[in-house]
C-alpha cells in the first residue's frame, strides 16, 4: 500500500520544474516629457530572478510568456544560487511568464510539457 503513494509523490515531484521562479517582471519603455518634447526611455526586458532547486548545474533556462514568445537565459546556474537577469525583448505586450523548459551542462533536459 506504501509503494504506490511513494510513487505518486515522485511523479508528482518530477513534474515541478527545476527552477524556482521569484520574480518574472515585464519591462516596458516609459516616454517622458522634457524640454525638447517627449523622450523614450528604457527598453522592452524580462527581469527575472530564479534559482536552480536541483543537484545539477543549469545551462539555459527558457521562459514563455503569455503572449506566446520565448526568452532563454544561458549561463552556469549553479544549485541554490540566486540568478537576477535582465533578458532583452523585441516588442511584447506581455505581462508574466513560466520556466518551460531546462538544460543541464550534461546535456539532459527538463520541459514543462
Not at 500500500?1 to 516596458?28: F, N
Request: glycine share 8%.
Amino acid at each position: 500500500m506504501l509503494a504506490p503513494l511513494m510513487l505518486g509523490s515522485l511523479l508528482g515531484l518530477s513534474s515541478m520544474p527545476p527552477v524556482r521562479l521569484a520574480t518574472c517582471q515585464v519591462l516596458t519603455p516609459t516616454t517622458v516629457q522634457n524640454d525638447s518634447g517627449p523622450t523614450t526611455v528604457g527598453i522592452f526586458a524580462l527581469r527575472v530572478r530564479f534559482a536552480d532547486t536541483t543537484s545539477e548545474t543549469i545551462s539555459r533556462v527558457t521562459f514563455t510568456l503569455d503572449d506566446g514568445s520565448q526568452v532563454s537565459d544561458f549561463g552556469t546556474f549553479s544549485p541554490g544560487i540566486g540568478i537576477n537577469h535582465a533578458l532583452a525583448l523585441s516588442n511584447t505586450s506581455a505581462t508574466s511568464c513560466a520556466v518551460t523548459a531546462v538544460r543541464f551542462v550534461d546535456g539532459t533536459t527538463w520541459n514543462a510539457n
